[in-house]
């Protein structure tokens, strides 16, 4: 069985990022330290063998993946099913806002109730059917080849989950980095993880924010 070698890369930091602001399916920009990220990304990757570029539509994880494709002469084509979680009325608010403003909605939130959406967002439940199903989509074209996909923090997160068979609700122990390089095997019964959480490509600079932090 010919297995799919899948690149999953974080976007490059935005400033609501810096500001520990919900982002979901706001569509924010990369600020000029994400667009380093990506630039290092991008030279980090540049001898990697990779058939194929996939993205979130919103522009943060696009123009990381943009980045990276430019090095390799190829498109990146987008897929709403990589999108990162909707927040609805969460979006836009930071952190701490959240607990203020909603403390019984933030608390739920933060003890990754599974099938607790925010009023006009999606469950953990409703996003892990959609990011499992956008990447068997994907990676089922390629069999024997690599791809890159370029999405959130809260994607990578349930494909840590699903790689390593872990519940929506088990905490979180692992890194969800600004443009790290996580490495995953997929065949049709799965996906296995190979590594996680590179970062090697940042150490020149400010590095970058964990999901937790960002």
Known sequence: MKVTRILAVRHGETAWNRDTRIQGHTDIDLNEHGRWQATQLAQA????????FYASDLSRALETAQAVARRHDQPVHT?????????????????????????????????RVPDFAPPGGESLQQLQVRVVNAVNELAARHPGEQILVAVHGGVLDILYRAATRLELQAPRSWELTNTAINRLLWTPEGLSLVGWADTGHLNTGNGALDEQTA
Do not use: M, V
Not at 45 to 52: K, Q, R, S, T, V
Not at 89 to 110: D, I, N, Q
């Open 45 to 52: 990757l540049a001898e990697e063998p990779i058939d194929a």
């Open 79 to 111: 897929h709403a099913g990589l999108r990162e979680r909707c927040f609805g009325r969460f979006e836009g608010h930071t952190w701490a806002e959240l607990e203020a403003r909603y403390p019984e909605e933030s608390t739920a939130w933060r003890k």
